[in-house]
Every structure is written in structure tokens, then in C-alpha cells.
């Protein structure tokens, strides 16, 4: 197809952002941004041709993480989305490092509720020697409760070494996400720059850890901005990506900030998938609060949801992010539903209304 100024029809947008995805190629730049520019009443074929990329890489299958927050707040850094950043008012949890039986105790409901990876997260720029040991400990105490869990640590930024110790204990991933485009990371953070980043990520995948690496959406990023950080992300190749959608904490710089719709996400995760087609694409914090109602066209797109509560704010139960998955024709990785469970609620008889003297539910 001839590259011209118009945007191209939606068949023949999404027919080659499809045929780039399967053969694992570098979609067209300007095919991303006209899968962003598309309109509401597309949503649909849009999921669906995302739909394609998911499915051939990762059949019906969906991937739960579980986060553990061993020291949250009280970051020296300062990040305008976070909650937990240096002169954050936001009334959240602030303790150092947990307890290990605390830890192991959420741990092991985690996996119970049938967690493939668990993702070990502490607040502050970059971990020192002892915090990289202690994490170490716990790494390798997982791998030996729970064999065939996969852990991932999130610790800030790495020193060299640091990767390579985490390695040696049985940590399989390293998470750190670049957040935004390159372009305006210092309207978000002055403590650290986009290079940092960049060079994190890069630092864990030499030191033989799996790169975990994504964004946040809703920040005022342009549909440029969008696509850029998602190009600069591929040429780190990361094995997985979380696509955050920003919760505005009161108490942070940007509280208030609502600009994303249900509809917006659903074509943010569906470039994504198109640029990692192989990837693992997670729906990670803000899903519940951004997707609402749309949540489960998401499992369209991406193959994978964290479990249970976020950093600082609460997710949906985990049994109704369980009975999302089965509804929509989907099976949790690893994890066989116990033979003959009843899942079916009982009809609940109406005692409200007329006839009652309850109030309608109207």
C-alpha cells in the first residue's frame, strides 16, 4: 500500500498491523497512530484483530501475577504519578520491609489462587547490597516452597552486579518500566532521567534476568508520545510489558488528572500487542478503575492480569477476576480448576420493591 497523508481504510490498517504481528516484524508508525485515531464505533474490529496476534501467540491461556510490596512508601524520588514519592500527601500504607513471614503468608495465597509469577516490589531509587540480599533469600525461598513460580523483582534501578545476585538466587524477571516517551520524562520525574531507565533494563537483561519492562498511560502523552515509547520499547525487547493506565492519588501532582476512557485503553493495549506480538502483555495497575465494564474485552488483547491488590490501592476480589477469565472462554496458565466446582451464584429471590416496604433497586 502506497503511504499518503490519509489514513488508511480500517480493514487494510488492521489486515497490516495483523500480517506484521504474525511474522513477528516492526509495525508502521504511521499505522499506529492511525489504530489510536480510530474511532469508537471501530472498538470492536479493533479487539478483534488484536484478538488474532493474542491467540496465535498464547491460545486461551491468561497469566497471573501476584504483587507483594515489601517496603512501600517513602521513595526519595520524585515521580509525579506515584503515590509513594518524595513529599507525597497521599493518605497510603508507609512501612520498611516486612516481616518474612508477612510476606510468605501472601505469598502462599498468591499461588493458591493460582499465581504463575510473583513480582517482589520495594519502594526507593535502587536497592543497596543488603536489601539485594535480602530479597535474594526470599527469591530462593519461593522457588523452593513453590517450584514453577516464577519471581520478579522490582527494586529501582541497578547497580552492575546487582542483576547477577538476583540471578544466582532464582529470580527469573526484572521489572522497570520506562513509563513515557523519552521526550517528556522530565514532566514527570527530575530525581532520574529516561537514560537511567533505559539503562536498567538493559543492566538486568545482561545479568541473565528476563526484562520486564512497560509504561503508564493517561499522563498527557500525545498519541506520538504513545508510539515512540512503544518503539523504544520494542528495541529492548522485553519478554513482558505491563500497560499501567495512571490512578490519580490525591495527595500526588497528578491527582484530578482523568483524561482515559474505557475505549482509549482497549486501543492502547491493542498497539501493544501489535508491537510485542510474542510478548507477554499485561493489563496492570488501573485496569479496574479505567476498564470498568470493558475489563474483559482487555483478555482479548492482552494474556495477562495481575492478581489481587496493587502497590498502594486495592484491585477487585481475585474471585471475581477468576470468574471474569472463565466467563470470557479463557484458562489461567498452570492452574487446573478443581474437577466438579459449582461456580454457578444462586438466584437471588427479590424482597425489595412492590410488595415489600424496601425501596426499589432502581
Known sequence: ??????????????????????????????????LLRTSDEDLLEVVSAAGVVRRRFFANRVKLNYLVNLRSGLCPEDCSYCSQRRGSAADILTYAFVEDHAAFDSIGRGVAAGAKRVCLVASGRGPSAREIERVALIAKTITERFPGVEVCTSLGLLRPGQGEALHDAGVFAYNHNLNTAEERYGD???????????????????????????????????????????????????????????????????????????????????????????????????????????????????????????????????????????????????????????????????????????????
Open 1 to 34: 500500500m502506497t503511504i499518503t497523508d490519509a489514513a488508511p481504510e480500517l480493514s487494510d490498517l488492521l489486515h497490516s498491523l495483523v500480517g506484521s504481528a504474525l511474522e513477528l516484524e516492526a509495525p508502521r508508525r504511521d499505522f499506529l497512530l492511525a
Open 188 to 362: 514527570i520525574c527530575t530525581t532520574h532521567t529516561y537514560a537511567d531507565r533505559v539503562d536498567t533494563v538493559g543492566r538486568a537483561t545482561e545479568e541473565g534476568l528476563s526484562p520486564c519492562s512497560g509504561a503508564i498511560f493517561g499522563m498527557g502523552e500525545s498519541d506520538e508520545d504513545i508510539v515512540n515509547l512503544a518503539l523504544d520499547l520494542r528495541r529492548l525487547r522485553p519478554d513482558s510489558v505491563p500497560v499501567n493506565f495512571l490512578m490519580p492519588f490525591e495527595g500526588t501532582p497528578l491527582a484530578g488528572v482523568w483524561e482515559l476512557t474505557p475505549q482509549r485503553c482497549l486501543r492502547i493495549l491493542a498497539l501493544m500487542r501489535f508491537v510485542f506480538p510474542d510478548a507477554e502483555v499485561r493489563v496492570a495497575a488501573g485496569r479496574e478503575l479505567h476498564l470498568r465494564s470493558l475489563q474483559p474485552l482487555a483478555l482479548h488483547i492482552a494474556n495477562s492480569i495481575f492478581l489481587g491488590d496493587y502497590l498502594t490501592s486495592e484491585g477487585q476480589p481475585s474471585r471475581a477476576d477468576l470468574d471474569m477469565i472463565e466467563d470470557s472462554g479463557f484458562v489461567v496458565e498452570g492452574h487446573e480448576p478443581a474437577a466438579g466446582a459449582d461456580s454457578h451464584p444462586p438466584v437471588a429471590l427479590r424482597r425489595r420493591g412492590p410488595g415489600t416496604e424496601a425501596p426499589p433497586n432502581a
